[in-house]
């Protein structure tokens, strides 16, 4: 009696009866329907005016279904009821789309439908066969005029049989709302599931919020790892000279301070964007531009020659980030991996439309050793690029290592997420 009676099947039924009560607002105005065009009916008396009346209410139901905000609801419902394998999700916000909107309409006409017919059975042969079973016990029940019995079933054997019969109608019963209540388990992930379009919002959403989360990645990759590799340098060379240079321990300290500074502010503002719980996905970060550029050459930890060419305080806000970063990106690189004595060479030139970044660092005597997990940096330089529709070269060149990074300065309104 399990998948009659179960816990599973209970709550299917009361989910039907919950269809059967919503679809009473509907037949009602059905019963109106059908008075006006047939005014001799007793809708509530004649099996075809109800039938009539109960064909007048889904069409009803099924235009009211067509609401956005009438897919959350019946989900919502489903979810409670009906009992639903968890490998088989319905959908979370309201139907957009016409596909979704028809997909609701259609579940929520079988749910009142099908409701309907379970509640007018259960209210109608419940108390019927319960009436049934007590034919041989209760002399009254059996010359009630409810029931009516005919003169061919006042027999022993009949009376003698009639519990059965009130048990096999309570059971034929309970199948019916078994069957019903499975039949809208299984259609609730076709109807209320996410169509192809929620899916695709879905995997944007998704690929938004992950861009934003690589984004801040490499904020503190960049920030961090330059911070890191400066601090190293200056740290190193002031240790070597203690004892004999105490003005270059003064300004190597004086570096590693400023240094750290300025990669906390940028480390608090990229926590305080990861650290906020507004359920959405994290806003786009923002850093220091172009214009904060002599600050990081100046205590860079290398010795610098810098060159303009173009007015580049006239980049959009975007691109004077991503240059920056580059940058940035660059003369960590040149710290970790370059050669000694000679000045790292960087232009950057603004033209019609582009903006150019050369850096040229000397190579080391011998090659550097690779450590796991390296190449962050170049991908990272490239993925700033590509985001804003530029593009990046690598590679040996004149015997150093140059880097080149071009920017279109036309970005579009919206940063790149």
């Not at 394998?85 to 596909?99: C, E, F, H, K």
């Not at 022993?156 to 309970?174: R, S, Y």
């Not at 069957?179 to 959403?205: F, I, K, M, Q, S």
Request: aromatic share 4%; charged share 20%; hydrophobic share 45%.
């Amino acid at each position: 009696m399990t998948p009659l009676l179960g816990r599973r099947a209970r709550r299917r039924w009361l989910h039907l009866i919950i269809g059967g009560a919503l679809l009473m607002p509907y037949f009602l105005v059905g019963t109106v329907v059908v008075g006006v065009y047939r005014p001799e009916a007793d809708v509530f008396t004649s099996p075809a005016g109800q039938l009539t009346a109960f064909a007048y209410a889904l069409p009803m139901a099924a235009v009211t279904a067509l609401l956005p905000l009438a897919r959350p609801l019946s989900a919502a419902v489903a979810r409670a009821l009906c009992g639903l394998p968890a490998d088989r999700p319905l959908a979370d916000g309201p139907a957009r789309t016409r596909q979704a909107r028809i997909r609701s309409a259609a579940w929520f006409t079988l749910h009142v439908g099908l409701g309907g017919v379970i509640s007018g059975m259960t209210l109608a042969l419940v108390p019927f066969a319960v009436g049934v079973m007590g034919l041989p016990f209760f002399a009254a029940v059996r010359d009630s005029p409810v029931l009516d019995l005919p003169e061919a079933l006042d027999r022993t054997w009949v009376l003698a049989l009639a519990p059965l019969a009130g048990i096999a109608m309570l059971v034929a019963l309970a199948g019916c709302a078994a069957a019903a209540g499975a039949l809208l388990a299984n259609r609730a992930p076709v109807l209320l599931g996410p169509t192809p379009d929620d899916r695709l919002a879905a995997a944007e959403r998704r690929a938004a919020e992950l861009a934003v989360r690589n984004r801040l990645a490499r904020e503190l990759h960049d920030s961090v790892g330059h911070a890191l590799s400066a601090v190293t340098l200056q740290a190193g060379a002031a240790r070597r000279v203690l004892d004999s240079d105490p003005e270059f321990v003064r300004a190597a300290l004086t570096a590693i301070e400023e240094t750290t500074r300025r990669t906390v502010g940028e480390l608090d503002t990229v926590l305080g964007l990861l650290r906020k719980d507004d359920g959405g996905a994290p806003d786009t970060p923002s850093g220091p531009g172009l214009d904060a550029l002599e600050g990081l050459l100046a205590h860079c930890g290398l010795p610098v020659a810098y060159a303009a060419d173009g007015e580049t305080g006239t980049a959009p806000a975007v691109v004077s980030r991503e240059a920056y970063r580059i940058v940035q990106e660059g003369l960590s690189n040149a710290l970790r991996h370059g050669g000694r004595g000679e000045p790292v060479r960087l232009r950057i030139t603004v033209r019609t439309g582009e903006l150019e970044i050369v850096l040229d660092s000397p190579l080391p005597a011998r090659p550097a050793v690779v450590r796991p997990g390296g190449g962050l940096g170049l991908r990272g330089i490239a993925e700033r690029a590509v985001l804003l529709g530029g593009r990046t070269e690598a590679g040996p060149h004149d015997g150093g290592w140059r880097l080149t990074a071009r920017l279109p300065l036309h970005t579009p309104a919206q940063e790149p997420r």
